[in-house]
C-alpha cells in the first residue's frame, strides 16, 4: 500500500471543468486508487480555470508547499497548456509558443528538483476552433494545431528533463470516443464521460503506476 499526498496543479481540465459529477480527473484516479486498490492517498485539486502557464508557475510552490510537508510522502503532478495557446479577442495568443515552453521549463525543473513530478500534456480542443466566454467582454478562442505544435515541444523539454510525460494530445486526437465528447460539450472541456476517459488512460499509463508499485 501506498501513504501519498499528491497535488494536482493545473487549469480547467485539472479543475473539472464541465463534469456535471463534479469530480474531474483526478477526482476519478484517486478513488480508483483509494477504493480499488487500496492506497491511502490525500488528493490536492489545484486547477484554476482559464490560467496560462505563467500563472501557474507563479503559484504553484507556494500552494503545494503547505500541503507536502517535508515528513510527507510528497509528489506533483502537472497539465497545462490549452490557455497559453488560446485566442484573446483583443489581445492575440495569450503566450507565444516560446515563452510557454521556457515557463514550463523552468517550472517543471524546479518541480522535479524538491519532489516526484509527472507531466501530462494538454488535450485536444474540438477540430472546429471553439469559443469560450468565462464573462461580459471576454473570449477566448481555441486552435487544435496550435496545442498539437506546443505538445510536441512540451514532450522535448520533458525528455530533456528526464521528467515522465503523458502525451494525452497524441493518444486521444484521433479517438472516436474523444471526439465525439468534445462535440457534446463546450469543444474545450470534456464531459463527465471524457473525464471517465482521462481517468482510465493516465490509470493504466506506466509511470503513474509506477508510484504504486
Not at 47 to 71: D, F, K, N
Amino acid at each position: 500500500m501506498t501513504n501519498a499526498r499528491i497535488c494536482f496543479v493545473g487549469d480547467s481540465l485539472t479543475a473539472g471543468t464541465g463534469d456535471a459529477e463534479c469530480r474531474g480527473w483526478p477526482g476519478r484516479l484517486c478513488a480508483e486508487e483509494i477504493g480499488t486498490r487500496g492506497h491511502d492517498l490525500s488528493c490536492y485539486n489545484l486547477g484554476v480555470r482559464a490560467e496560462t502557464s505563467a500563472q501557474i508557475a507563479a503559484r504553484w510552490e507556494a500552494e503545494c508547499r503547505p500541503r507536502l510537508p517535508e515528513h510527507v510522502d510528497g509528489r506533483l503532478t502537472f497539465m497545462f497548456g490549452l490557455n497559453d495557446m488560446a485566442d484573446q479577442e483583443g489581445a492575440g495568443q495569450r503566450l507565444s509558443h516560446a515563452r510557454s515552453v521556457e515557463t514550463a521549463r523552468a517550472m517543471l525543473s524546479r518541480a522535479r528538483s524538491w519532489r516526484p513530478t509527472l507531466w501530462l500534456g494538454p488535450t485536444p480542443p474540438r477540430r472546429e476552433p471553439p469559443q469560450i466566454r468565462p464573462g461580459p467582454g471576454v473570449t477566448y478562442l481555441f486552435h487544435r494545431d496550435r496545442v498539437a505544435d506546443l505538445n510536441d515541444r512540451y514532450k522535448a523539454v520533458a525528455a530533456e528533463l528526464d521528467i515522465p510525460y503523458c502525451d494525452l494530445f497524441g493518444a486521444l486526437a484521433e479517438d472516436a470516443d474523444w471526439n465525439r465528447d468534445m462535440a457534446a460539450g463546450d469543444g474545450v472541456h470534456p464531459t463527465a464521460e471524457g473525464y471517465r476517459m482521462l481517468a482510465r488512460r493516465i490509470a493504466d499509463w506506466s509511470d503513474w503506476r509506477g508510484w504504486f508499485s
